[in-house]
């Protein structure tokens, strides 16, 4: 039972990370940020909670990661969707 | 795709691990020094805005584990740390790791010794690619109606020189054809005239097998030397020598190209010796002279003794070949000329002048039953061996296992999972494997060198005794098979004894124990049945041997010698010298030999 739970919620958070991405690159606080003004703090996720999704997803091929400069000049990792990310 | 891609992150975190997680670091850190500065924009004290960004975050060390085990940082860890681990334990229980280690290897070792050899000699003589479209050609031999047999197999020879002729118009089925024809020259010494046995081949002969030569150069295409009516090369001509003769009678001179030898009182130039594996088509062949055509003069004849090879074109199916030489067969039947240079004997066979082809394995292979049969034996026991030794280490894993119980409930305890334990149980036999198969490459490397003198010399063979590639996987197959088949056995266990304990511990061990000694006695059912088998086995080859060896030839071998006497061909030929040959014998008998003390007789042959 659990673990059909944990999938629902992977699937969802998947599909809203690809959803987010799908404007364009952008870096994992950036995605949560995206997220949540999006469903209007309805879905309360842990913010970490994304990264383990993110990383997933770039094992899988769906979105690809590249180190780049923050608004703020900082190093961030920006991820964007790949060909197979964008098809899912 | 995704495979690949995963096995690339896998390794990728393998090779650079401090660097992965140190990325994971960054970013995680990242993101919450950039949700506590906006905290801070909002208005929030610094320490109240890092603490709330850390709750909004949630557990961040379960995170960065998690991350971890997606990029497969953790993972590849793990497998070094089992490795670690695992050579620890197995250097600490030395006596356990020496006796298995040894049992492996002569396991794998013998097996792969074994089947280097069936393999080269048997299963695959012919070495190079498509090896399939290599047949050969011969007439059909009927002897009263019947195959003229040989090991019940039959007889198979070659062609006769108008028969080779009219097949090899026949070019656009073959690739290549290749003929040999035995030929013995004659040596002069101070003392004897030695007789040294070679064979006439087509310049193209090298080629057909693709095996370069070990010195110099095999034939240029126009080097066919012509040849007289003895069917001897008519002058001088080159050669090229077989590892063994070069040995023996040259002493591996290095610079022994560009030497002459005079044999038959022809000047024979060296410009190639062959490497040792190859002797073809006999074993004892000493030398390989390039020639042809066969011309026979008028009213000559010869017999279908020339043995014929060809490569098949890529799309030529052997029924084409066997449907052209049906064609040439009616052919040379109906000219007048064959029955002039070649005799009539054809007309008395039941079904008339034939051929018939067969893959050019069958060289090898064909009348060498007795070799079969034993290498096959052999095979056999040597797998049963394999097996013994499997169950063997198995029994001491699950033995050693029940030892290590305490050890394993103590890890279950501190959080080991059970897909842990048993990863690490499975890493330790791989390991033991391994150890076993590089024992086991040594044993076979010895183990090749005995049993390739099983293999009588005079056998045919273009390939060498040694371990090669196919042997190699072989033995990587079996290394790797009995790791995960006594490693899987003894982990599954381990993974019930886990299961086991979660119930109340006296009753638990209690069933467990029992399920594990009918498993172990099993085993060693196992074990004794496959030595058993051995036994008999080991027992019956000594009895045929011993059999053998008692057979009686009809006389007493006892201090009896036997003498050749090679005399030279043309002053002494059958034809037209019996009365000189029968006066040399007599003298020969009566002055020379019985004069020598202690002889008590004599006779001779031929």
Not at chain 2, 169 to 188: I, N, S
């Amino acid at each position: 039972m659990s673990t059909t739970r944990t999938e629902l919620l992977q699937g969802t958070l998947d599909l809203l990370i690809l959803k987010t991405l799908s404007g364009g690159p952008l870096h994992g606080y950036a995605i949560a940020q995206r997220i949540q003004s999006r469903s209007e703090d309805v879905l309360v996720v842990e913010e970490g909670s994304l990264y383990p999704a993110l990383y997933r997803m770039e094992a899988k091929g769906w979105i690809r990661a590249e180190w780049g400069k923050s608004d703020n000049n900082r190093r961030a990792k920006y991820y964007e969707l790949t060909r197979t990310g964008r098809r899912q | 795709m995704n495979l690949f891609r995963a096995i690339w992150f896998r390794l990728r975190s393998l090779g650079q691990s401090p660097a992965v997680k140190q990325e994971i670091d960054e970013e995680l850190r990242f993101h919450l020094e950039q949700r506590a500065s906006a905290n801070i924009a909002a208005g929030m004290s610094p320490v109240e805005a890092a603490r709330e960004a850390r709750k909004r975050f949630g557990n961040f060390q379960s995170v960065r584990e998690e991350c971890r085990q997606m990029r497969g940082a953790s993972l590849g860890e793990d497998f070094l740390q089992d490795v670690r681990f695992g050579l620890r334990t197995l250097c600490g229980d030395r006596g356990f790791t020496i006796v298995v280690v040894l049992a492996l290897a002569l396991g794998i070792g013998a097996t792969t010794a074994i089947y280097s050899v069936v393999n080269s000699t048997l299963l695959n003589p012919i070495p190079g690619a498509e090896s399939g479209r290599l047949i050969q050609i011969a007439e059909r031999d009927y002897i009263r109606g019947e195959f003229q047999e040989q090991n019940g197999k039959p007889f198979f020879v070659g062609l006769s020189p108008p028969e080779l002729e009219a097949v090899m118009a026949h070019h656009e089925l073959f690739e290549q054809l290749a003929w040999t024809y035995g030929v013995t020259l004659e040596r002069k010494t101070d003392d004897f005239i030695e007789e040294d046995g070679g064979f006439l081949v087509s310049p193209n002969f090298f080629e057909l097998w693709d095996v370069p030569p070990l010195l110099g150069r095999t034939f240029a295409a126009d080097e066919a030397s012509p040849l007289d009516k003895d069917q001897l090369p008519a002058g001088d001509t080159v050669m090229v020598l077989s590892y063994s003769w070069w040995q023996s009678f040259f002493g591996g001179d290095p610079q022994i190209i560009g030497k002459t030898v005079v044999l038959s009182g022809r000047h024979f130039t060296v410009i190639g010796v062959m490497p040792v594996r190859f002797q073809f088509p006999w074993g004892r062949a000493k030398f390989w002279v390039p020639a042809g055509p066969f011309r026979l003069p008028p009213g000559w004849r010869m017999g279908p003794n020339i043995r014929v090879f060809a490569r098949l074109k890529q799309d030529v199916a052997v029924q084409e070949v066997e449907a052209m030489l049906g064609t040439v067969a009616h052919q040379l039947a109906a000219t007048p000329g064959l029955a002039k240079s070649y005799g009539e004997e054809w007309k008395d066979r039941p079904g008339g002048l034939g051929f018939w082809v067969r893959p050019a394995r069958s060289q090898f292979t064909d009348g060498r039953e007795d070799l079969e049969r034993t290498l096959f034996g052999l095979l056999a026991a040597i797998g049963c061996v394999l097996l013994i030794a499997c169950a063997n280490v198995a029994n001491l894993s699950l033995a050693r296992l029940e030892k290590r119980q305490h050890e394993m409930s103590v890890r279950a305890a501190l959080g080991a999972g059970r897909a842990r334990l048993m990863r690490q149980l499975l890493t330790e036999s791989v390991l033991l494997a391994l150890l076993g198969g590089i024992g086991g490459v040594g044993v076979a490397t010895v183990g090749v060198k005995l049993l390739g003198t099983l293999v009588p010399p005079s056998m045919p063979r273009l390939r060498a005794f040694q371990i090669d590639g196919h042997a190699l996987g072989f033995t990587m197959l079996i290394s790797i098979a009995t790791g995960l088949v006594f490693g899987i056995v003894p982990a599954w266990q381990a993974g019930q004894a886990k299961l086991a304990e979660a119930l109340k511990q006296a009753s638990a061990q209690a069933t467990a124990g029992r399920r594990q000694k009918y498993f172990r006695g099993g085993l060693v059912a196992i074990e004794f049945a496959l030595t058993l088998v051995l036994l008999a086995g080991a027992g019956l080859m000594v009895e045929s041997v011993v059999r053998l060896l008692r057979v009686d030839p009809g006389f007493s071998p006892q201090n009896l010698v036997r003498i050749d006497l090679e005399l030279p061909w043309d002053k002494y030929n059958d034809y037209n010298h019996k009365e000189k040959i029968a006066r040399l014998r007599s003298v020969l008998w009566r002055q020379h030999i019985l004069r020598i003390p202690r002889i008590r007789g004599c006779g001779s042959r031929g």
